[in-house]
């Protein structure tokens, strides 16, 4: 059973161009992550919400709790952009075990 | 600025040494996680714990096994390392069930 959908899981991008990345989710969730994982790197946490919409540099998500959707929004891309991107359902255990979905993998051409 | 950093960033070892893989967190966490990931894989949980000395077996437990003798360190343990467990591992820390999660850099590690 996924709990999540991520789409599209290969994005491939020229520079400058505007991101969405979307995730949908089978079950309520309450709040989710949006984290990054660049090749051969550790993953770093992009952000966590629970409503509306947070923003960080050229990096935006929103979420829908009713909707069961979120989406992660990338303005002017860049090639330090290319990266795997992920939104893990987020409550896969007691203890708040995050299950991981193979995340969409984005490159971003020059 | 939160921290979680694992002992090791690249680590060769031999089949059958035993491995100690380190997580320290700076955070006051209650739950640390331990993942692997592999190529074609997303992460795939392997122990996680929420309290000292406390610990929980995740999806793939076999072959490993952890120890939290105090609140900031979570350590990962290969009885014998086999070539099957050449993986790049995740440490992970999380406040709460709910809270946001904070990852480690990663160790690539590589059993000969």
């Known amino acids: 059973k996924n709990e999540v959908e991520q789409s599209p899981q290969n994005l491939t991008a020229q520079e400058g161009e505007f991101i969405t990345i979307n995730c949908s989710y089978s079950?309520?969730?309450?709040?989710l992550h949006w984290l990054q994982q660049h090749p051969g790197g550790g993953i770093v946490s992009l952000f966590m919400l629970s409503s509306g919409k947070k923003k960080h540099g050229r990096l935006i998500a929103t979420i829908n709790i009713q909707e069961k959707h979120s989406s992660l929004h990338i303005t002017a891309s860049h090639p330090r952009d290319s990266a795997v991107y992920i939104c893990p359902y987020p409550y896969g255990g007691s203890q708040g075990n995050l299950i991981f979905g193979k995340g969409t993998k984005l490159s971003v051409k020059p | 600025d939160v921290k979680v950093t694992q002992s090791s960033r690249y680590l060769v070892k031999r089949t059958g040494e035993k491995v100690f893989l380190e997580c320290v967190q700076d955070?006051?966490?209650?739950?640390m996680f331990w993942y692997r990931q592999d190529p074609g894989l997303g992460l795939r949980l392997i122990y996680f714990?929420?309290?000292?000395?406390?610990?929980e077996k995740g999806d793939i437990p076999e072959g490993y096994s952890v120890s939290r003798e105090k609140k900031e360190r979570f350590s990962l343990i290969l009885e014998s390392a086999s070539t099957n467990q050449t993986s790049m591992y995740l440490c992970?820390?999380?406040?709460?069930?709910?809270?946001?999660?904070?990852f480690g850099q990663g160790t690539r590690l590589t059993v000969v």
């Open positions: 955070m006051d966490h209650e739950n």
């Open positions: 079950v309520g969730i309450s709040a």
């Open positions: 714990s929420y309290d000292v000395k406390m610990k």
């Open positions: 992970a820390s999380r406040p709460s069930w709910a809270g946001e999660a904070f």
